[in-house]
């Protein structure tokens, strides 16, 4: 092996380990509700850009034992803001509404499906998701968490009703 080749390789495999050590660089975003009657947070992590999202939801003050439509809307909202000004859900690919469990391009990539509270009103669950990205073009970081009124039937958009409480996703580190 000549000199050039021995350089280019060293080339080839540096580009390739950066590529590799950008690329699994973990991202978290937090969305944090403090300014009405549902109260905590909402983490978002995500080890790289080929996994799933894993979101972790913390929150307080619902009635007891309800079902709540949980989705990401496509504009940021300030605090204060009325939550009609995040938009529609988050569709970067022209989709339907559905719900979580739905195959690609089936479903808003916003639609979370819903959230349960318990006996005590809170909400504290872990799921994840393969449609929602911290990456990207398409990432969810500036976008708005909207919890609705009622259960969303993960067909209709109407049915999850009335807006109730929102949050801006922004990036985050511990
Ligand atoms: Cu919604
Ligand atoms: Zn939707």
Redesign the pocket.
Known sequence: MDIVNIVSLGIIGFITGSVYLTGSKSKQAKAFFSSGKIQGSVQFIQPSDSTNVTIQVNLTGFEPNTSHGF?IHEKPVKPGDSCDQAGP?F?PHGSP??GPQNTPLT??V??LGNILADANGNVQVKFSDFYINLFGSDSIIGKTIVIHESQDDLKT?ESSGKRIACAKISDFHN
């Open positions: 989705h859900h569709d509404h559905g479903r808003h916003g639609d958009i």
